[in-house]
């Protein structure tokens, strides 16, 4: 896993053997020296692709759809566990795509009756649906490389859970819907049967061996801890959160009495550079953008879209700078949009945030009343 993108099975029987292969190989191992034995009789190809499947999706909570998707993967005996995960994620991306699709001829064909709100919520689901497919990337990229996956599965944990739950929470924006769940009708299936592959996956990753090492301090939210932090954290970042405020250069200030470049902190954020001119503005010998909130209440939602990347906020301390929101679903905002603060990572998978004088690391989307003393963005 790249730098930019850090910071968001084991079954065991006495028929199967591990190798560098993985679980499908076993199954040949397994199978072929019963055969030699003479204790079972010969299968046909098709009957030992299927059992192959369905070693795989042992233990998986949709285990029909399970062996029907890895049963028509071609090749199935050759392929690594891995290899079978990836084959499963690129499936669902192309669901996604169709998802995404579909909510288009929906707006297309619906324009003139679709309520403000119904809107709102489909335009929700393709961002949604883009993250998705930006968090699938990011896994392929993880189960592809030339290190271990087992080295990544909680990174691939963040990245599929996160998936999972973009597909529900594009559902939630027509909780309040006037059009008696018309629309949500229309497109829920779709996305149950995605979560439903997701799950799947994430049931075949905790096979992968090593995968649920628990040498090191883990959390099951932010991966392995190395002194305190999530290991995806560099020691850069960890002298950067342990830095008083007086100690850190600022690139922007915002300020309610008009001392600083900005009076809110929205046009800072759309003052900051996106990421592909990211790296001529930012703060030298740290690695970010900061931006320096002085002491008062900030009424306002703030969105931090995937473009804008090496972000930092930094407050005055909790009870001097506040960020405070009034978006909900009861005026028309979907639960995606009523965030008093929510930013869309793309393929960066962990955000952190520093707040009420706790670290807190997590998925990129923070909600209600922010008491800001130090803040860091999508990384």
């Given at each position: 896993?790249?730098?930019?993108?850090?910071?968001?099975?084991?079954?065991?029987?006495?028929?199967?053997?591990?190798?560098?292969?993985?679980?499908?190989?076993?199954?040949?191992?397994?199978?072929?020296?019963?055969?030699?034995?003479?204790?079972?009789?010969?299968?046909h190809h098709g009957d030992l692709h299927e059992e192959i499947a369905r070693s795989h999706c042992e233990?998986?909570?949709?285990?029909?759809?399970?062996?029907?998707?890895?049963?028509?993967?071609?090749?199935?005996?050759?392929?690594?566990?891995?290899?079978?995960?990836?084959?499963?994620?690129?499936?669902?991306?192309?669901?996604?795509?169709?998802?995404?699709?579909?909510?288009?001829?929906?707006?297309?064909?619906?324009?003139?009756?679709?309520?403000?709100?119904?809107?709102?919520?489909?335009?929700?689901?393709?961002?949604?649906?883009?993250?998705?497919?930006?968090?699938?990337?990011?896994?392929?990229?993880?189960?592809?490389?030339?290190?271990?996956?087992?080295?990544?599965?909680?990174?691939?944990?963040?990245?599929?859970?996160?998936?999972?739950?973009?597909?529900?929470?594009?559902?939630?924006?027509?909780?309040?819907?006037?059009?008696?769940?018309?629309?949500?009708?229309?497109?829920?299936?779709?996305?149950?049967?995605?979560?439903?592959?997701?799950?799947?996956?994430?049931?075949?990753l905790k096979k992968i061996p090593g995968a649920n090492d628990t040498r090191s301090e883990v959390l099951?939210?932010?991966?392995?801890?190395?002194?305190?932090?999530?290991?995806?954290?560099?020691?850069?970042?960890?002298?950067?959160?342990?830095?008083?405020?007086?100690?850190?250069?600022?690139?922007?200030?915002?300020?309610?009495?008009?001392?600083?470049?900005?009076?809110?902190?929205?046009?800072?954020?759309?003052?900051?550079?996106?990421?592909?001119?990211?790296?001529?503005?930012?703060?030298?010998?740290?690695?970010?953008?900061?931006?320096?909130?002085?002491?008062?209440?900030?009424f306002e939602n703030i969105e931090v879209d995937s473009k804008k990347t090496n972000l930092m906020f930094?407050?005055?301390?909790?009870?001097?700078?506040?960020?405070?929101?009034?978006?909900?679903?009861?005026?028309?905002?979907?639960?995606?949009?009523?965030?008093?603060?929510?930013?869309?990572?793309?393929?960066?998978?962990?955000?952190?945030?520093?707040?009420?004088?706790?670290?807190?690391?997590?998925?990129?989307?923070?909600?209600?009343?922010?008491?800001?003393?130090?803040?860091?963005?999508?990384?």
């Amino acid at each position: 896993m790249d730098d930019t993108r850090r910071g968001n099975l084991i079954f065991f029987s006495n028929l199967f053997l591990f190798s560098s292969l993985g679980h499908a190989s076993a199954v040949v191992v397994g199978r072929t020296a019963a055969l030699q034995t003479g204790d079972i009789a010969p299968i046909h190809h098709g009957d030992l692709h299927e059992e192959i499947a369905r070693s795989h999706c042992e233990g998986t909570l949709y285990p029909e759809l399970c062996v029907s998707t890895v049963a028509a993967f071609p090749d199935l005996a050759s392929k690594s566990l891995p290899q079978v995960i990836a084959a499963a994620i690129n499936l669902t991306s192309g669901e996604v795509h169709a998802a995404d699709d579909n909510c288009t001829r929906l707006e297309q064909n619906w324009l003139k009756q679709l309520a403000p709100l119904d809107r709102r919520a489909l335009d929700d689901c393709r961002e949604l649906f883009q993250e998705t497919v930006d968090e699938f990337n990011g896994a392929l990229s993880d189960l592809s490389g030339t290190s271990s996956s087992s080295k990544h599965i909680h990174d691939l944990q963040t990245l599929l859970s996160g998936a999972m739950t973009n597909q529900y929470t594009c559902l939630d924006g027509f909780a309040y819907s006037e059009s008696n769940a018309t629309v949500r009708k229309r497109i829920e299936k779709r996305l149950l049967k995605i979560s439903q592959h997701v799950s799947n996956s994430l049931a075949m990753l905790k096979k992968i061996p090593g995968a649920n090492d628990t040498r090191s301090e883990v959390l099951p939210e932010y991966g392995r801890l190395r002194k305190g932090f999530p290991s995806w954290v560099s020691r850069k970042d960890r002298r950067l959160l342990q830095t008083s405020t007086g100690g850190i250069k600022y690139n922007l200030v915002v300020a309610k009495d008009g001392s600083g470049n900005f009076n809110n902190i929205a046009d800072a954020v759309a003052a900051a550079p996106n990421s592909n001119t990211a790296r001529v503005f930012l703060n030298v010998g740290i690695g970010r953008f900061v931006i320096y909130i002085k002491a008062g209440t900030y009424f306002e939602n703030i969105e931090v879209d995937s473009k804008k990347t090496n972000l930092m906020f930094v407050g005055d301390g909790i009870g001097k700078t506040l960020v405070k929101g009034n978006r909900n679903v009861v005026d028309g905002w979907t639960t995606f949009r009523s965030a008093t603060v929510g930013t869309y990572c793309g393929t960066a998978r962990n955000c952190m945030t520093y707040i009420r004088n706790r670290y807190a690391f997590g998925v990129c989307r923070w909600e209600d009343v922010w008491s800001l003393q130090m803040a860091s963005g999508c990384a």
